[in-house]
T-cell receptor, first 116, second 113 residues
Framework: DAGVIQSPRHEVTEMGQEVTLRCKPI?????LFWYRQTMMRGLELLIY????????DSGMPEDRFSAKMPNASFSTLKIQPSEPRDSAVYFC??????????????FGEGSWLTVV | QQQVKQSPQSLIVQKGGISIINCAYE??????FPWYQQFPGKGPALLIA?????SEKKEGRFTISFNKSAKQFSLHIMDSQPGDSATYFC????????????FGAGTTVTVRA
């Protein structure tokens, strides 16, 4: 299996621009997660989906952030408008089942976002 | 507010030495404790995991020790190698129906040759 695939790997954008990050989860995985990693805050869960339905978006920092999962093989995280404080590594991850049952969360390689 | 507190933030160990990373939690509902390993430029990957019904789990040079009464658990890396240089995250989830993990802040381990 190719694993979780994210694009772009690196993005540099100007403040105020729209940023769209894309993710293809592992085939057959029912859960999809978006995490953000920064030096200051570590790994933060932004939102997760179960069977394409958003379950918990309480980690989304503000209305500038939105996430969609139109089908089982594709998800997007959008930031509009972007701000310098959004600079971080954004990880998409997926799992076959509930992590509490011992299912592994598999992470992509991340999208490195720099907002200047 | 992190529900799992991890220490130290970083450590340096000589090749062949033992690396020890500690984590503590307050929520007694946590009952699954995985450790993730992250190399620079990569996403975290599951290394080893434990449930509180056992006090220790070993996989190769990696051992998790679990103290349920103290609500603490630790990762020991025996015979540390330069290839072990990475950031390690402890994590926890609450019950078999939990969807998500609460991660610690991470520990950057550097193994000097």
């Amino acid at each position: 299996d190719a694993g979780v695939i994210q694009s772009p790997r690196h993005e540099v954008t100007e403040m105020g621009q729209e940023v769209t990050l894309r993710c293809k989860p592992i085939s057959g995985h029912d859960y999809l997660f978006w995490y953000r990693q920064t030096m200051m805050r570590g790994l933060e869960l932004l939102i997760y989906f179960n069977n394409n339905v958003p379950i918990d978006d309480s980690g989304m920092p503000e209305d500038r952030f939105s996430a969609k999962m139109p089908n089982a093989s594709f998800s997007t995280l959008k930031i509009q408008p972007s701000e310098p404080r959004d600079s971080a590594v954004y990880f998409c991850a997926s799992s076959l089942g509930r992590v509490g049952s011992g299912n592994t969360i598999y992470f992509g390689e991340g999208s490195w976002l720099t907002v200047v | 507010q992190q529900q799992v507190k991890q220490s130290p933030q970083s450590l340096i160990v000589q090749k062949g030495g033992i690396s020890i990373i500690n984590c503590a939690y307050e929520n007694t509902a946590f009952d699954y404790f995985p450790w993730y390993q992250q190399f620079p430029g990569k996403g975290p990957a599951l290394l080893i995991a434990i449930r509180p019904d056992v006090s220790e789990k070993k996989e190769g040079r990696f051992t998790i020790s679990f103290n349920k009464s103290a609500k603490q658990f630790s990762l020991h890396i025996m015979d540390s190698q330069p290839g072990d240089s990475a950031t390690y995250f402890c994590a926890a989830s609450r019950g078999v129906n939990d969807y998500k993990l609460s991660f610690g802040a991470g520990t950057t381990v550097t193994v000097r040759a």
